[in-house]
């Protein structure tokens, strides 16, 4: 059959909805006969459509991406420091700080290129090959060569390698996980679906990169490339910009904010002493460059990496691997945590759940593949054999009519198989039954197996002293139609379809999959089992319930993150009942309302923005879904946590502010775009990553709280010496000094400080919220103002008595640096008193920090190179003694403050 490539080719360019053409339509859409396409039309569309190849993305070179780590007013504020130390020909300080610099912008291009990475995951799961009919032969290939028209044969194991439109199939179950997060494989068919049918329901398409896990297929290749779902989603994860976090916006406008103040008071003092109190040009311009040393936190940018990578370890201790450092604060600030179902907040492991007999129902604990649990009836347990032998019946039917298996492995129970099969399997066994017993005492003679046109399995089994016997299970109203009786307490009784649809329909209400079982006595000697034996009088046993329950430690997260104020919203591609069922037992949502994927489909942002605020369970829900959600939560204001495990949460996870990925069953996609990985898969390391987060950001405070009342104390010590037309009782360079050793000493130990009491009982705070509060301004202010007066005070005590202007600003830099030992312990706790909690206990690092200090002091005051470098000069223990003595007062002093001032001013989001 010949075609025209440029119709081909046209007709690819549109957004066709293959899953609404019948087979032959398909085929005549792109001219391909039941033989295939010959070698010189697959040439011909290969040239007009490319290789079934995901294209790659746009990236800047290396140079480029270096570069652009600079581009940060934080990192601007670094290099003003350095120019400043240039300026004063402090070579090493330069180069200290230019050093920080370039290591930030290393990492962050090593970062960069792991983030790359999601992309390059996506393009391999693309299979490497396809077996093809081309030209009525039968070929294997290079999966990017096929084109669109190819026809291609599918197996039990190939990975799909582009989208096909299934023209014929046999049992043909494909694992869709990936794509839309449901939990077993999906049944295929041929027949046309409804043109609006979301991702899920479209049986009569394999898209790219699923598995084929049962059975057999012919499919047409109707998407190759960019033009396959799974390469839609990798466009999306491209277009999907990067956000920055609440504490980068922060630190930003903070930076901006402070870059402009020390140039304004740099600037005024430079004038002020210059027209006011006539000093030289050079004098005053070197206060200025003071002022402005005084007044940069320069080791603010290195100590919250620090802080931030303190961070990293700890969650990694209570797995949860950190990918990108600012999602460590970000957790903290999560108002809304979007959750995937399958896998997450559930096991991803079907678990029999209801069983339901003619008068009869029974109740089974127990989740996963483990046969640890019982089946139960008004909560007392059953023994199968005494108490219920129909019961033993149906646990011996699911067992024999089914080719899974449930095995222990190291690491516990494992299934190979079905998922569905085996909960069966795991069902009888929880009732004491032996598979291989069971097995040996009733071989399998024949089998039916499953196939999507006739739904049901069944088998023959030999019986010795019961006789041959045919098991049968499949969908409800399949096996009911083929039944003409129930198996009663008394005996076989006409089937009372009304009884078993009111059962049916309890058991669906709470979310579980039915499948219903029967049998009937085969025939003496039957040695073949066929369709036609079992349409007809067979006796129905039962009909059994099964769902993939929630974890138990998910459901006391989902209550923990409740109290601390985080909405948790559950988004999966399962079905509505199911996910209403599992959203209640999780404590997730009103457990009434759902919505689904088709009525986000109607809505405009605006409206979505709305529903988001009032609806947390979302079913059917495709990749755009996910992440148009994550955007109108964002819209809200909302800071969003997206945890998945599919490479159809990749988009929403990079969009989110964290994205969270399953470390043991997520796809390494997932993983790349996230910025946090569970390493136990388990939702409630989310709660405990929240906690570390919200601790993290509480110690980034405590130390801008620390940091900054040292650099306005020295600001304000310049400030007043031009004011008062003083000799400067500190030096550029001596400030530059206690910048960086209080930094990286003492700032640093209040990055080690342990979890608060009540962290995870207070709400998350406003993303709006400035870095320093109200109450914090103040601290800061009134602090700087008694550092102030300690260093002024004791400069002029000794510098008006007539000792060396040397001896002075060395009594005056170490009283500064004494102070802020003592303002240390008192910032540990920033309303409740650190003395009654203990200054020094709880952190092992304030007592090492404190030692770090006095050490770098004393070789600071005593030894020759340091005084020859920072113009010290050794002082006396009369002078050590008063300076200790200041700093009791300036300790006492803040505590009294949080007593008289801070309780009132300060706020619970503060």
């Known amino acids: 059959m010949s075609s025209n490539t440029d119709d081909v080719n046209a007709l690819l360019e549109q957004d066709e909805a293959w899953h609404a053409l019948e087979p032959g339509a398909a085929q005549d859409r792109l001219s391909v006969s039941s033989k295939g396409l010959d070698d010189t039309e697959v040439e011909r569309r290969f040239q007009a459509v490319g290789p079934n190849r995901l294209p790659p993305p746009r990236k800047h070179g290396l140079l480029v991406r270096f570069l652009l780590q600079f581009h940060n007013v934080l990192i601007y504020v670094l290099i003003a420091a350095a120019a400043v130390t240039a300026l004063l020909g402090h070579w090493v300080d330069t180069g200290v700080i230019l050093g920080v610099v370039v290591i930030n912008a290393i990492i962050g291009v090593i970062q960069e290129g792991k983030a790359e990475r999601a992309l390059d995951a996506i393009r391999d799961m693309l299979s490497p090959k396809a077996t093809v009919m081309r030209g009525g032969r039968r070929a294997e290939v290079p999966a990017e060569e096929l084109v669109p028209g190819d026809l291609v044969l599918l197996q039990s194991g190939d990975k799909v390698p582009a989208d096909l439109r299934l023209l014929k199939q046999r049992d043909l179950r494909v694992d869709e996980s990936v794509l839309t997060g449901e939990s077993v494989p999906v049944d295929k068919n041929t027949e046309a679906q409804p043109k609006e049918a979301v991702l899920g329901d479209r049986s009569c398409m394999a898209y790219s990169g699923t598995l084929v896990t049962y059975g057999q297929g012919t499919g047409l290749v109707v998407a190759t490339a960019g033009r396959t779902e799974i390469g839609r989603i990798s466009a999306m994860l491209e277009d999907v910009g990067d956000l920055t976090t609440p504490l980068i916006r922060q630190i930003n406008r903070f930076g901006r904010w402070l870059a402009a103040a020390i140039l304004a008071m740099a600037t005024l003092t430079f004038l002020f002493g210059y027209l006011f109190r006539d000093y030289a040009l050079a004098e005053i311009f070197l206060a200025a460059v003071g002022l402005a040393v005084a007044a940069i936190p320069e080791g603010l940018p290195a100590v919250m990496t620090i802080a931030l990578a303190i961070g990293v370890q700890r969650m990694a201790g209570r797995n949860a691997i950190i990918r990108k450092l600012p999602a460590v604060e970000t957790l903290g600030s999560v108002t809304v945590i979007c959750s995937d179902k399958t896998g997450t907040l559930t096991r991803n492991e079907m678990t029999v759940q209801s069983v339901a007999q003619a008068g009869e129902d029974y109740t089974v604990d127990g989740v996963g593949y483990a046969p640890e649990g019982s089946v139960e009836q008004d909560g007392e347990a059953v023994e199968p054999d005494d108490d219920a032998p129909r019961l033993r019946e149906l646990l011996r039917a699911v067992l024999l009519c089914n080719d899974a298996t449930v095995e222990q492995a190291d690491d516990g129970w494992r299934m190979r198989g079905d998922p569905t099969e085996a909960a069966l399997v795991t069902l009888a ?69 009304d009884y078993w649809k009111e059962r049916m329909d309890a058991i669906a209400s709470k979310g579980q999959r039915l499948l219903a079982v029967a049998v009937r006595d085969a025939e003496s000697g039957q040695s073949s089992l066929d369709v036609g034996d079992v349409e007809s009088g067979l006796v129905l046993i039962g009909v059994v319930g099964m769902i993939d329950p929630p974890r138990e430690e998910a459901i006391r997260a989902v209550e923990q993150c409740r109290e601390a104020g985080i909405r948790v919203k559950m988004i999966t591609g399962d079905h509505g009942l199911t996910a209403r069922a599992i959203g209640a037992e999780l404590g997730i949502g009103d457990g009434e309302k759902v919505t689904t994927g088709a009525e986000i489909e109607e809505l405009d942002d605006a ?76 939702f409630a390391s989310i709660a405990r990553a929240v906690e570390e987060g919200r601790t993290v ?58 979890t608060e009491p009540g962290v995870m009982r207070r709400p998350p705070r406003s993303p709006q919220a400035p870095i320093l509060s109200r109450y914090m301004i103040w601290r800061i202010g009134f602090v700087s103002a008694l550092l102030v007066a300690a260093t002024v005070g004791m400069f002029l005590l000794h510098y008006a008595e007539g000792d060396a202007l040397d001896y002075a600003r060395t009594v005056a830099v170490n009283t500064l640096v004494v102070c802020q030992v003592f303002y240390l312990m008192a910032t540990r706790f920033v309303i409740d008193s650190s003395l009654h909690a203990g200054v020094l206990g709880g952190n092992r690092w304030i007592p090492g920090s404190i030692l770090g200090i006095v050490i770098l002091q004393l070789a600071f005051t005593y030894l020759p190179p340091m005084q020859l470098l920072f113009g010290t000069t050794p002082i006396g223990l009369v002078d050590w003694g008063l300076m200790l003595a200041i700093g009791v007062v300036v300790l006492l002093l803040v505590e009294l403050e949080k007593t008289l001032v801070g309780r009132r001013m300060h706020q619970p989001g503060d």
């Open 697 to 754: 950001y509480d110690n980034l405070r405590k130390t801008l709280l620390f940091l900054l009342p040292t650099n306005g104390g020295q600001a304000g010590v310049v400030i007043l010496a031009v004011l008062a037309g003083l000799v400067l009782p500190i030096t550029p360079v001596q400030i530059l000094w206690v910048n960086m050793v209080t930094a990286v000493t003492l700032g640093l130990a209040l990055a080690f400080e342990p």
């Open 429 to 497: 066994m929880k009732a004491g039954l032996d598979p291989e017993s069971e097995h040996r005492d009733r071989p399998r003679v024949d089998a039916i197996p499953f196939e999507s046109e006739h739904r049901f399995m069944a088998t023959l089994h030999d019986g010795d002293a019961d006789g041959a016997v045919i098991y049968v299970k499949g969908a409800p109203e399949r096996i009911m139609e083929m039944c003409e009786s129930q198996r009663g307490a008394e005996g076989d009784e006409p089937l009372d379809l």
């Open 607 to 682: 409206a979505l923005r709305d529903l988001v605020a009032d609806t947390d369970v979302f079913a059917r829900a495709s990749p755009e879904h996910k992440l148009r959600l994550v955007r109108a939560l964002q819209a809200n204001g909302d800071v969003v946590a997206m945890t998945g495990d599919g490479v159809n949460d990749a988009p929403a996870l990079k969009r989110a502010d964290v994205g969270v990925a399953m470390g043991q069953k997520g796809t390494e996609v997932s993983k790349e775009a996230s910025e946090m990985v569970l390493a136990d898969d388990n």
